[in-house]
């Protein structure tokens, strides 16, 4: 051991830290020790880790990776991956026994990505989260930055409030959290929303304190990367301060291959303080930050996690 300096090389999984360093000494042998499309686990994260910080700390105006292609930090060296690395190498000028640039991770190869992992920006030594004037936003504690989040697959929404004005036309404001079921994350939203709605003995309307919905599948995303949303949904039963469940709420998120969206799925809003029915749609602004950029929290957000606007 010892070929390697970084914390993320040489801190962690023992099992992880191994592998690297023999990737590093070419123990047993040079062809056994490299890390090639296929293999998975921790070492191939903490791979995709160092790589995703070189392109991180690549200088602004774009310098050599500026181009470098789209990879996921799933632990797997999938094609993506590869193709990053053969990217990687083909800036770096790092070339094989053969003279020739190839898409593996070898002795030379993270030797310069143990390297990549121990560069940091400067910060600024009293840093504090910077806001649009008269946005407040939540600061979460036990939080990941938007940038580590992992991607998930399972996921469920809680509406934690909203509320709805006009004759007809109507606008709106919601606030929303997803929850991801497969790492155990959530994320807070806002929606400023339009539509229509029918006519009610007020011209307002709000509710509070909704469930979460039952789980739903998606491709593979991350809690922070949800975009817009469709709801359309009436009060049921009648009566003033009952429940209202919202049906065919439909959530827009951006993955890995491009922007999908949900299929149609009920969600339990609260309690209403008038009947009424309508349709909303409108973006989502992640509110949600975690030293000074958007983020998720560790701990599920409820109606007791609830910011709203100064």
């Known amino acids: 051991m010892g070929e390697l300096s970084s914390k993320l090389f040489t801190e962690g999984d023992a099992d992880a830290v191994k592998k690297?360093?023999?990737c590093a000494t070419g123990r047993p042998t040079e062809v056994q020790s490299h890390f090639t499309q296929g293999m998975k686990g921790e070492a191939i994260k903490k791979l995709q880790l160092a790589l995703k910080n070189a392109k991180d700390m690549d200088p602004d105006p774009p310098g050599l990776l500026a181009d470098m292609p789209v990879f996921s930090i799933n632990s797997e060296y999938d094609k993506d991956f590869a193709d990053a690395i053969e990217y990687y190498k083909k800036q770096k000028n790092i070339l094989n026994y053969a003279?020739?640039?190839?898409?593996?991770?070898?002795?030379?190869?993270?030797?310069e990505l143990d390297k990549e992992a121990t560069r940091r920006k400067q910060v600024d030594p009293d840093p504090r989260p910077v806001h649009p004037p008269g946005e407040h936003k939540l600061a979460l504690k036990n939080c990941?930055?938007?940038d580590e989040v992992p991607e998930g697959t399972s996921f469920n929404v809680r509406m934690l409030f909203y509320a709805s004005g006009g004759e007809g036309i109507e606008f709106s404001k919601y606030w929303w959290a997803i929850r991801d079921l497969t790492n155990g994350l959530s994320a807070m939203y806002k929606m400023t929303g339009v539509g229509a709605g029918t006519p009610s003995p007020i011209p307002g309307q709000f509710s509070y304190g909704g469930g979460p919905s039952k789980p739903f599948n998606t491709s593979p995303a991350k809690v922070t990367d949800f975009l817009w949303c469709q709801i359309g949904g009436a009060t049921h039963p009648p009566p003033v301060q009952d429940y209202v469940n919202i049906s065919g709420v439909m959530i827009q998120y951006k993955s890995a291959d491009g922007k999908h969206a949900t299929a149609p799925m009920i969600v339990d809003t609260g309690k209403v303080n008038i009947p009424g029915a309508g349709f909303q749609t409108g973006p989502w602004t992640l509110i949600s930050t975690c030293q000074g950029k958007g983020g998720a929290?560790?701990?599920e957000i409820t109606g007791n996690d609830l910011v709203f606007d100064k």
């Not at 020739?100 to 190869?109: E, F, L, N, Q």
């Open 99 to 111: 003279g020739r640039i190839d898409r593996i991770v070898g002795i030379k190869t993270i030797h």
């Open 20 to 22: 690297l360093d023999n």
């Open 144 to 146: 990941v930055p938007e």
């Open 297 to 299: 929290t560790r701990h």
